[in-house]
C-alpha cells in the first residue's frame, strides 16, 4: 500500500478555509485516496474518497491532480468543532479494506 | 442507525492480568475490524473478519492476543497475559459488504492501561 506524507500539524481560525495536502509518490493505478478525521476520545470518522479530479460531498472537498501524486482535503468555513486529527490514506478497492494511517494533520481551528 | 458498540470503554489492569474487550458492529456489516491505536499515532490493523472467518491476522501478536467471531456478528479480542507496552485505545471497525474498502465505521474503542 502506497506510504503517505502529510503536515503534523496546522493552525486555522474559524471562518476559514482549511487546505490539508497529502503526497503519495508511489501511489498505485488501482489505488483510491480516503480522508478520515478523529476526534479525541473518538474513532476516526471517514470523511471523502476520491480516485482523480474533484469530488465534493457535504462536508469537504477532495481535490486529486492529473498525476494523483498528491491530493488536499479542503474544509470550507472551518469551525472549533473542526479541531480535530485528519488522515490521508491510499489503497485499491481490491485490497479488501485493509488500511494503513499514517500520524494524521492535527489541525487546531481558533476562535 | 445505530454504531459500532465496544465495552468495556475503560480498563486498567495490572501486567499479567487477562482482559477481553467486545465489539458489536453495525447490523448487516460483514467485515469486522480490530485495531490498535498508540498515543499519538494513527490506528493499526490487528486483525480483520470476514463473517466469522479471520482472514488477515498477520499483524495479531499471537503469543498473547486471540480473537473470536464465533457466529459471524459481535467479537470479542482478548490479551493474555497483558504486558505494559499493551496499554493503547483497541478500535473495532465493520464495513458493509460491497460498501467501498475506505469506508469503515469505527466504534468508540476501549482505552486501555496496564500498570
Known amino acids: 500500500l502506497a506510504k503517505t506524507t502529510q503536515p503534523i500539524s496546522m493552525d486555522s481560525y474559524e471562518g476559514q478555509e482549511v487546505n490539508i495536502t497529502c503526497s503519495h509518490n508511489?501511489?498505485?493505478?488501482?489505488?483510491?485516496i480516503t480522508w478520515y478525521q478523529q476526534f479525541p476520545s473518538q474513532g476516526p470518522r471517514f470523511i471523502i474518497q476520491g480516485y482523480k479530479t474533484k469530488v465534493t460531498n457535504e462536508v469537504a472537498s477532495l481535490f486529486i491532480p492529473a498525476d494523483r501524486k498528491s491530493s488536499t482535503l479542503s474544509l470550507p468555513r472551518v469551525s472549533l468543532s473542526d479541531t480535530a486529527v485528519y488522515y490521508c490514506?491510499?489503497?485499491?478497492?481490491?485490497?479488501?479494506?485493509?488500511?494503513?494511517f499514517g500520524q494524521g494533520t492535527t489541525l487546531q481551528v481558533k476562535p | 442507525e445505530a454504531g459500532v458498540v465496544q465495552s468495556p470503554r475503560y480498563k486498567i489492569i495490572e501486567k499479567k492480568q487477562p482482559v477481553a474487550f467486545w465489539c458489536n458492529p453495525i447490523?448487516?456489516?460483514?467485515?469486522l475490524y480490530w485495531y490498535r491505536q498508540n498515543l499519538g499515532q494513527g490506528p493499526e490493523l490487528l486483525i480483520r473478519y470476514e463473517n466469522e472467518e479471520a482472514v488477515d491476522d498477520s499483524q495479531l501478536p499471537k503469543d498473547r492476543f486471540s480473537a473470536e467471531r464465533l457466529k459471524g456478528v459481535d467479537s470479542t479480542l482478548k490479551i493474555q497475559p497483558a504486558e505494559l507496552g499493551d496499554s493503547a485505545v483497541y478500535l473495532c471497525?465493520?464495513?458493509?459488504?460491497?460498501?467501498?474498502?475506505?469506508?469503515?465505521?469505527f466504534g468508540p474503542g476501549t482505552r486501555l492501561t496496564v500498570l
Open positions: 490514506l491510499v489503497g485499491g478497492s481490491g485490497n479488501t479494506g485493509k488500511l494503513i
Open positions: 508511489n501511489i498505485a493505478t488501482n489505488d483510491y
Open positions: 471497525a465493520s464495513r458493509y459488504p460491497g460498501q467501498g474498502f475506505g469506508e469503515q465505521f
Open positions: 447490523s448487516g456489516h460483514n467485515t
